[in-house]
């Protein structure tokens, strides 16, 4: 019996040691770390790819809170490490040592003046919040602190520490500390900086920049000594560290581009350490040039501004102002580089581009100019004027809308509402038929971000194509986004873009219109403008004045700006020549450019072109000369304009056979115009020779129309309104005769209304219904047209 005691009393002992042993392991497991070990929010920042800061929006919880960054500054860390845990590198997050002098000091002074704690161990009480100080709570962390060794490399941790440990009022982390206390990237700081800093964390509610500055300076002081005894620093590096002046109060920190560090947010970047692609230089420039500028604008209520510079090559944005910065409270936080403003003219050059490709204008020819009237929709120029007929590449640089409008119609609004889709234009949510012709006016809304990526995606398919391969110059690696973030990936093909969504030569010629534009010398400083930089550009106004729009290209940048009221409201000066142009070619000063390279002869080949059409010339026409344009003019129409006609012996008459002698009938290529084109036309080309009027007794044969309705159109409704006393009022109705001397009679419903010469314009009232409007010339000739008043009766 006394043996088997002493089997089971020796079984108890060994399952006692075994306990003992274990329980250490076990207590060790059971104990998680937290998950994740800080659940804090963070400040937001934005910083260049070299570190420079360039604006920081606080953490939700109010606290200066950087995120990490992924090494400690040399500096720091060593200095961090030779004031709190000179071995840090050398234990498993318990220093035996330290604790062992901790708590003799403690005992022998009877108060805490040391806490032994290692790096390790504080981070574990900062992830734990904190938490009062007890002996299990002690243990607790002590034991964490181990696992957290385990768990995490000594760089990750000391990362932790420097990203989370306080320094004083609501500056947390190092990195925060460095740019709130000496306003410059922690890289950056000397050794007697990063002393003070290393300093701060020990007592950081009673010592800190700004409070107590004695006692931190004699702390500061000391770990520089310790640093110098331990050959850290030379003596000279140490007596310099030691007369440098210790920081005021919290510095204010940078506020470069607000409105970008506001759309990291929008875009889920809340809370992250974002490097963008912004030049901080040229960023810091432009925004003084444009505050400056638009101070002179304010006085006549325009408020706002944004401009965007971005690098063509890349797509990144260098610039990035949103809007300015301002005293009053007129929106300057919204950000306009993103919001949806009506185009104005701004997508004419891609219709340009497009209708060459298509075949349907060369890139001169004459296009019509004359007022048309849709239903609800009756476009006017700029100018409030007309010229009949007018080149496409003067159109497109004078911005006229009825040449575009009426191109527009002919390559169909459907087309061009998803060619613009694919190569950028984000903002077309609704249908064609929402935007109708007035999508190429203003009538569709695009954001400045996206107008400079398709201008910038525009200009890359002709630059490119000096550099790609054959096989790859259409590629659809032309086409990607802007970007503003450093790492995005920036070849990212639009969904559906073909990769010859516009022909290199259709881009060439476009981008060699835009580069016609002339340079006004009425504006300040633009006299001084260096006119050798070519520069192709656009202007665009919205309707109603709200809107004034400038882009331009130098060949290695994109800008653009726009300048109104974010609000929306209407000023009469806010007009794209005259608001954003001189901001523009201010900024381009600013920039380096490139010059801009020939088409390639293989993108082009020979055609002999009307002088006077601009159309491949046909057998009718005289004067031609020679143009190398892009092949798909091939597809184009030859001249229309010229045709052979038959004029009597003293060449004053049109003549046939039917009444004239052939024998003596003169046949001449004449240059014809329809009657409505001719009649504008001639007001601004006084050499326009009309077409002579038949003999009294000849027969006119052709399909050539010498008179013709200009409003309204043939089967239209309208609305005639009444006058203030209720009476019926009138509306004016308006032909054109291609002979400037004949003189027109107007006739209503078979009554004779009265007659016209020159201006024919007639004042015309008439009930409901339907009615037939009858036209005579002097030479007999009838044009009839049928029209209905929709007036109630």
Known sequence: MGKSFRLRLKK???????LILILPVIIFISI??????????YTTTIESKEGELLGAMIAKDGQWRFPNYEKLPLKLETSTLHFEDEYFYYHLGINPFSLAKAIWINLKTGTIKRGGSTISMQVIRMALGNKKRTVWQKIKETLMAVKLEFLYSKKE??????GHAPYGGNVVGLSAASWRYFGRHPEKLSWSESAALAVLPNSPSLIYPGKNELKLKNKRNNLLFKLYKSGVIDLLTYELALVEELPGKPLELPRLAPRLLTRTISEGQEGKRNVVTLDPKLQETIKNITQRYMEDFSANSINNAAVLVIEIETGEAKTYIGNIDSDNIHSQDVDIITSPRSTGSLLKPFLYAAAIDEGLITPNQLLKDYPVFFEGFSPKNFDLTFRGAVHAKEALTRSLNLPFVLMLRDYGYERFHQKLKRIGMTSLTKPPGHYGLSMVLGGAEATLWDLTNMYANLFRVYKNSFSFSWSERYSGLNYFKNQYLVGKENATLRTGVKP????????WMTIDALKGLVRPQAFAGWEKFDSSTQIAWKTGTSFGFRDAWSIGINGKYVVGVWVGNADGEGRPN?????????????IIKQLESIPFSKIPESETKPFTICSNSGQKSSLYCKETYEAFWPQTVENSTACTYHQLVHLDKEFKYQVNSSCYNVDEINHLSWFILPPVQAWYYRQYNLDYKSLPSFKIDCQEIGDNPTMQMIYPSHSSKIFIPREL????????????????????????DGEYLGSTTRNHQMGIIADRGNHQLT?????GLELKINFEVLNEE
């Open 574 to 586: 806010i007009i794209g020549g005259k608001a954003a142009a001189p901001l523009m070619f201010k």
């Open 775 to 779: 036209l005579l010339d002097g030479q």
């Open 32 to 41: 998680p770390l937290p998950n994740p070990l800080f659940d804090t929010p």
């Open 500 to 507: 010859d969504e516009f022909s290199i030569g259709s881009a």
């Open 157 to 162: 941790i000391l990362n932790i520490y420097a």
């Open 12 to 18: 108890i002992i060994n399952k006692k040691r075994l």
């Open 725 to 748: 006393n209720g009476k019926m009022g009138e509306t004016i109705f308006e032909a054109a005769h291609s002979n400037i001397q004949q003189i027109i009679y107007w006739h209503l």
